[in-house]
Protein backbone atom coordinates (compact mmCIF):
# COMPACT_ATOMS: atom_id res chain seq x y z
CA UNK A 1 0.00 0.00 0.00
CA UNK A 2 1.25 3.48 -0.86
CA UNK A 3 0.31 6.75 -1.76
CA UNK A 4 -0.42 5.73 -5.94
CA UNK A 5 -2.84 3.55 -4.66
CA UNK A 6 -5.13 5.67 -5.92
CA UNK A 7 -3.23 6.55 -9.42
CA UNK A 8 -5.91 4.97 -11.62
CA UNK A 9 -8.36 7.38 -11.28
CA UNK A 10 -6.25 10.34 -12.09
CA UNK A 11 -7.94 11.92 -15.10
CA UNK A 12 -11.63 12.66 -16.54
CA UNK A 13 -14.26 10.54 -16.55
CA UNK A 14 -18.11 9.32 -17.41
CA UNK A 15 -19.53 7.80 -14.85
CA UNK A 16 -22.81 5.09 -14.83
CA UNK A 17 -24.42 5.55 -11.30
CA UNK A 18 -26.84 2.86 -9.89
CA UNK A 19 -28.75 4.00 -7.22
CA UNK A 20 -31.16 3.35 -4.76
CA UNK A 21 -33.67 6.10 -5.11
CA UNK A 22 -34.59 6.45 -1.32
CA UNK A 23 -31.51 5.88 0.70
CA UNK A 24 -32.44 7.81 3.55
CA UNK A 25 -35.85 5.51 3.73
CA UNK A 26 -34.06 1.84 2.93
CA UNK A 27 -35.98 2.03 -0.41
CA UNK A 28 -35.40 -0.66 -3.03
CA UNK A 29 -36.02 0.77 -6.22
CA UNK A 30 -33.02 1.82 -7.92
CA UNK A 31 -32.38 4.49 -10.57
CA UNK A 32 -29.93 4.84 -12.73
CA UNK A 33 -28.00 8.10 -14.37
CA UNK A 34 -25.18 9.59 -15.90
CA UNK A 35 -22.70 11.99 -14.41
CA UNK A 36 -19.00 13.05 -15.08
CA UNK A 37 -16.48 13.15 -13.07
CA UNK A 38 -12.70 14.40 -12.83
CA UNK A 39 -9.94 13.40 -10.25
CA UNK A 40 -6.28 14.95 -9.56
CA UNK A 41 -3.67 14.52 -7.02
CA UNK A 42 -2.31 16.92 -4.68
CA UNK A 43 0.10 17.12 -2.07
CA UNK A 44 2.99 15.53 -4.12
CA UNK A 45 0.67 12.70 -4.58
CA UNK A 46 -0.66 12.31 -1.21
CA UNK A 47 -3.87 13.44 -1.46
CA UNK A 48 -6.29 13.15 -4.67
CA UNK A 49 -9.75 15.58 -5.35
CA UNK A 50 -11.95 14.85 -7.13
CA UNK A 51 -14.95 16.48 -8.49
CA UNK A 52 -17.93 14.73 -9.61
CA UNK A 53 -21.13 16.26 -11.56
CA UNK A 54 -24.41 15.15 -12.27
CA UNK A 55 -27.88 16.78 -13.30
CA UNK A 56 -28.77 19.62 -11.14
CA UNK A 57 -26.16 18.34 -8.00
CA UNK A 58 -22.50 18.01 -7.19
CA UNK A 59 -19.87 16.28 -5.60
CA UNK A 60 -16.49 16.29 -4.27
CA UNK A 61 -14.27 13.61 -2.45
CA UNK A 62 -10.81 14.11 -0.51
CA UNK A 63 -8.80 11.37 -0.40
CA UNK A 64 -5.53 11.51 1.96
CA UNK A 65 -3.04 9.01 2.66
CA UNK A 66 -1.66 8.68 6.24
CA UNK A 67 1.88 7.09 5.93
CA UNK A 68 2.26 6.49 9.68
CA UNK A 69 -0.92 4.47 9.87
CA UNK A 70 -0.91 2.88 6.63
CA UNK A 71 -4.57 3.79 5.94
CA UNK A 72 -6.32 5.72 3.01
CA UNK A 73 -9.34 8.56 4.54
CA UNK A 74 -12.03 9.67 2.45
CA UNK A 75 -14.30 12.55 2.50
CA UNK A 76 -17.58 13.50 1.00
CA UNK A 77 -19.48 16.60 0.33
CA UNK A 78 -21.97 17.60 -2.09
CA UNK A 79 -24.07 20.43 -2.72
CA UNK A 80 -26.82 18.18 -1.12
CA UNK A 81 -26.56 18.37 1.87
CA UNK A 82 -24.56 22.48 1.53
CA UNK A 83 -22.22 23.28 4.31
CA UNK A 84 -21.49 19.10 5.64
CA UNK A 85 -18.76 17.21 5.14
CA UNK A 86 -19.04 13.28 5.56
CA UNK A 87 -16.95 11.82 8.64
CA UNK A 88 -13.92 9.65 7.36
CA UNK A 89 -13.73 6.51 5.95
CA UNK A 90 -10.64 4.54 6.30
CA UNK A 91 -8.76 1.48 5.11
CA UNK A 92 -6.45 0.35 2.39
CA UNK A 93 -6.12 -1.65 -0.97
CA UNK A 94 -5.29 -5.39 -0.32
CA UNK A 95 -4.53 -7.58 -3.06
CA UNK A 96 -5.79 -5.19 -5.81
CA UNK A 97 -9.20 -4.53 -4.03
CA UNK A 98 -9.56 -1.24 -1.50
CA UNK A 99 -11.77 -1.40 1.08
CA UNK A 100 -12.85 1.61 3.28
CA UNK A 101 -15.23 2.17 6.32
CA UNK A 102 -16.81 4.50 8.47
CA UNK A 103 -19.84 5.54 10.39
CA UNK A 104 -22.10 8.01 9.56
CA UNK A 105 -26.24 8.58 10.42
CA UNK A 106 -28.80 8.75 7.66
CA UNK A 107 -32.04 9.79 7.94
CA UNK A 108 -31.63 9.77 12.38
CA UNK A 109 -29.66 6.61 12.39
CA UNK A 110 -26.36 5.50 12.88
CA UNK A 111 -24.95 3.12 10.71
CA UNK A 112 -21.57 1.69 9.11
CA UNK A 113 -20.38 2.85 5.68
CA UNK A 114 -18.42 0.74 3.72
CA UNK A 115 -16.90 2.08 0.20
CA UNK A 116 -15.11 -1.32 -1.86
CA UNK A 117 -13.01 0.31 -5.14
CA UNK A 118 -11.84 -2.41 -7.82
CA UNK A 119 -9.41 -0.69 -9.80
CA UNK A 120 -8.45 -1.06 -13.28
CA UNK A 121 -8.82 0.56 -16.76
CA UNK A 122 -13.11 0.78 -16.12
CA UNK A 123 -12.48 0.93 -12.42
CA UNK A 124 -16.05 0.37 -9.95
CA UNK A 125 -16.87 1.94 -6.80
CA UNK A 126 -19.77 0.59 -4.15
CA UNK A 127 -21.21 1.69 -1.36
CA UNK A 128 -23.32 -0.43 0.89
CA UNK A 129 -24.47 0.47 4.58
CA UNK A 130 -25.09 -1.52 7.71
CA UNK A 131 -27.73 -1.13 10.02
CA UNK A 132 -26.40 -4.28 12.11
CA UNK A 133 -22.78 -3.27 13.40
CA UNK A 134 -21.29 -4.58 10.58
CA UNK A 135 -22.76 -7.87 10.10
CA UNK A 136 -24.85 -7.63 7.25
CA UNK A 137 -24.21 -4.94 4.52
CA UNK A 138 -27.05 -3.23 1.87
CA UNK A 139 -25.52 -2.08 -1.50
CA UNK A 140 -27.29 1.27 -2.37
CA UNK A 141 -24.90 2.57 -4.74
CA UNK A 142 -22.96 0.98 -7.45
CA UNK A 143 -20.63 3.84 -9.66
CA UNK A 144 -18.69 2.48 -13.41
CA UNK A 145 -15.97 4.47 -14.66
CA UNK A 146 -15.04 5.34 -18.30
CA UNK A 147 -12.15 7.67 -19.45
CA UNK A 148 -13.90 10.52 -21.30
Do not use: C
Amino acid sequence: MSSSDFDFLHGRWRVANRKIADIIGRGTEWTEFEASAEARPLLGGGAIIDSFFADGWEGMTLRQYDPAADVWRIWWASTRAPGHLDPPLEGRFTDGHGVFLGDDEVGGHAVKVRFDWTPGDEPVWEQRFSYDGGETWEPNWVMRFTRA
